[in-house]
């Protein structure tokens, strides 16, 4: 973002990638940056006294003893440490955002899905216009997530919140948003995604006036690359495609509410200045984003259908390798080319419970009824798959080469079974008929055919 555009009392650095840009390139780097010259010291983390007057400040997203590789921590220059960031926390609204363990209702199980959520008529903030579809696990024990949707119409204005329960994975749907962190500035629109680690203070502005999109509340171990397996040291996300912001500071007296949220709770307080205040930083624990967009898929180029495990952008690990606390899935454009192969995703019953959303365009198994904006649940071993529209062309279409265009769905996955909220079980967007769209497959069976 380019400086002068900010205003006056906030100030960026070039990025170590580029002169004149906003971010730095590169996943699980360690990063240093500075907004004045100086700043950061050099050769050490805490000197006995910091330029300019600045305070140090140690953010650990991990425990101090993790192993190197997994190990999270990041130093902050700051104008005033974060303990002037606090003072007598009072309770706080806590509307419809929803954390595990939450049992509010008993739903039967059945496949879910819902249409897109309208906008409230009243001006409502990013923070204010967070509702949880569904939760799993325990966030206290710091295992499962929470899916949530956020609908927001005003800009956060002299309010910062951050998150103790987990780490935020940010998708918008519709409208540009901005996340003024105390690590620098994040503008992000649909199709990219963005990282909010657990700690970290943030407001978000609305840069079109609106905006809609989905959140996974990652209770557990933080998102990283998958592995690639056989498929080696390319393709999938590329580490390089994702960018840290610079260092960016607010130096302003204005009275700030603080909003935290710690064990489900919601807490708020009142600062006299902006706690968005850190001049410089380094380390390797900081907001991020992906452009989706850049994501190079693999797929079959012979026969048969992969797991869609190929199209793992970022997982959460769990103390059991390949079982994963949260796995973050995309289904983007792309090419089918499969012989004699049905390429839709199959029927299937799963372990892990699929939470989809669409950010654009159309999804190939479910044409009608899933539209952007809108969401499904599949919780552990429901049964499901293409709609019978969807069989009938896959099955009996030409099997030319095809590619999936202007389309963009995505699928928060987890081990655990997911639990639905009384806000999400009454929503009127809640579609009761949605397991008619398999109604329509009859019973083919012949056993003098073919």
Same mark, same amino acid.
């Given at each position: 973002?380019?400086?002068?555009?900010?205003?006056?009392?906030?100030?960026?650095?070039?990025?170590?990638?580029?002169?004149?840009?906003?971010?730095?390139?590169?996943?699980?780097?360690?990063?240093?940056?500075?907004?004045?010259?100086?700043?950061?010291?050099?050769?050490?983390?805490?000197?006995?006294?910091?330029?300019?007057?600045?305070?140090?400040?140690?953010?650990?997203?991990?425990?101090?003893?993790?192993?190197?590789?997994?190990?999270?921590?990041?130093?902050?220059?700051?104008?005033?440490?974060?303990?002037?960031?606090?003072?007598?926390?009072?309770?706080?609204?806590?509307?419809?955002?929803?954390?595990?363990?939450?049992?509010?209702?008993?739903?039967?199980?059945?496949?879910?899905?819902?249409?897109?959520?309208?906008?409230?008529?009243?001006?409502?903030?990013?923070?204010?216009?967070?509702?949880?579809?569904?939760?799993?696990?325990?966030?206290?024990?710091?295992?499962?997530?929470?899916?949530?949707?956020?609908?927001?119409?005003?800009?956060?204005?002299?309010?910062?919140?951050?998150?103790?329960?987990?780490?935020?994975?940010?998708?918008?749907?519709?409208?540009?948003?901005?996340?003024?962190?105390?690590?620098?500035?994040?503008?992000?629109?649909?199709?990219?995604?963005?990282?909010?680690?657990?700690?970290?203070?943030?407001?978000?502005?609305?840069?079109?006036?609106?905006?809609?999109?989905?959140?996974?509340?990652? *209770? &557990?171990?933080?998102?990283?690359? /998958?592995?690639?397996?056989?498929? @080696?040291?390319?393709? #999938?996300? =590329?580490?390089?495609?994702?960018?840290?912001?610079?260092?960016?500071?607010?130096?302003?007296?204005?009275?700030?509410?603080?909003?935290?949220?710690?064990?489900?709770?919601?807490?708020?307080?009142?600062?006299?200045?902006?706690?968005?205040?850190?001049?410089?930083?380094?380390?390797?624990?900081?907001?991020?984003?992906?452009?989706?967009?850049?994501?190079?898929?693999?797929?079959?180029?012979?026969?048969?259908?992969?797991?869609?495990?190929?199209?793992?952008?970022?997982?959460?690990?769990?103390?059991?390798?390949?079982?994963?606390?949260?796995?973050?899935?995309?289904?983007?454009?792309?090419?089918?080319?499969?012989?004699?192969?049905?390429?839709?995703?199959?029927?299937?019953?799963?372990?892990?419970?699929?939470?989809?959303?669409?950010? *654009? &365009?159309?999804?190939?198994?479910? /044409?009608?009824?899933?539209?952007? @904006?809108?969401?499904? #649940?599949? =919780?552990?071993?429901?049964?499901?798959?293409?709609?019978?529209?969807?069989?009938?062309?896959?099955?009996?279409?030409?099997?030319?080469?095809?590619?999936?265009?202007?389309?963009?769905?995505?699928?928060?996955?987890?081990?655990?079974?997911?639990?639905?909220?009384?806000?999400?079980?009454?929503?009127?967007?809640?579609?009761?008929?949605?397991?008619?769209?398999?109604?329509?497959?009859?019973?083919?069976?012949?056993?003098?055919?073919?």
């Amino acid at each position: 973002m380019a400086q002068d555009n900010q205003p006056e009392f906030m100030r960026q650095t070039p990025s170590a990638t580029g002169a004149g840009t906003g971010y730095m390139s590169g996943f699980g780097n360690s990063f240093e940056t500075e907004a004045l010259a100086g700043a950061l010291p050099v050769g050490r983390n805490s000197p006995q006294k910091c330029k300019f007057g600045l305070y140090a400040e140690q953010l650990s997203g991990s425990p101090f003893t993790a192993p190197r590789a997994s190990n999270e921590r990041s130093w902050l220059y700051r104008i005033r440490p974060s303990v002037k960031h606090t003072g007598i926390f009072r309770a706080a609204r806590q509307g419809l955002w929803r954390t595990a363990p939450c049992v509010e209702i008993e739903v039967p199980i059945a496949q879910m899905r819902w249409s897109p959520t309208p906008y409230p008529s009243e001006p409502t903030s990013f923070i204010e216009g967070v509702y949880t579809m569904t939760t799993c696990g325990d966030a206290t024990t710091q295992s499962g997530m929470a899916a949530h949707i956020y609908v927001a119409t005003r800009s956060m204005t002299d309010e910062v919140f951050w998150n103790a329960d987990g780490e935020m994975l940010i998708l918008p749907q519709e409208g540009r948003v901005r996340f003024v962190t105390e690590f620098g500035i994040i503008d992000a629109e649909p199709a990219e995604l963005v990282v909010i680690p657990r700690g970290v203070k943030f407001r978000v502005e609305l840069l079109d006036g609106r905006a809609r999109g989905y959140i996974s509340e990652n *209770y &557990g171990g933080a998102f990283t690359l /998958p592995e690639r397996g056989p498929i @080696g040291a390319n393709c #999938l996300a =590329n580490a390089r495609d994702f960018l840290t912001p610079v260092a960016a500071f607010e130096d302003n007296d204005n009275p700030t509410r603080l909003l935290v949220k710690w064990c489900g709770g919601f807490w708020q307080t009142e600062l006299p200045a902006s706690p968005l205040d850190v001049v410089a930083w380094h380390g390797n624990y900081a907001p991020y984003k992906y452009d989706m967009r850049r994501y190079s898929p693999v797929g079959a180029i012979g026969f048969d259908h992969p797991y869609p495990s190929i199209f793992s952008v970022l997982s959460a690990p769990s103390e059991t390798p390949g079982s994963n606390n949260v796995d973050f899935v995309i289904f983007p454009e792309r090419w089918l080319v499969a012989e004699d192969t049905f390429r839709p995703p199959w029927y299937h019953r799963n372990i892990m419970s699929e939470f989809m959303g669409l950010i *654009y &365009g159309q999804y190939d198994a479910k /044409p009608q009824g899933f539209t952007p @904006g809108g969401m499904s #649940l599949h =919780n552990c071993m429901l049964p499901h798959g293409p709609d019978a529209d969807a069989f009938e062309k896959a099955s009996n279409g030409e099997l030319k080469p095809h590619k999936l265009t202007n389309t963009l769905a995505f699928m928060f996955e987890t081990r655990y079974p997911q639990r639905v909220t009384k806000y999400a079980a009454e929503l009127p967007t809640l579609q009761p008929e949605y397991a008619d769209c398999w109604q329509g497959l009859e019973k083919r069976f012949n056993p003098n055919g073919v």
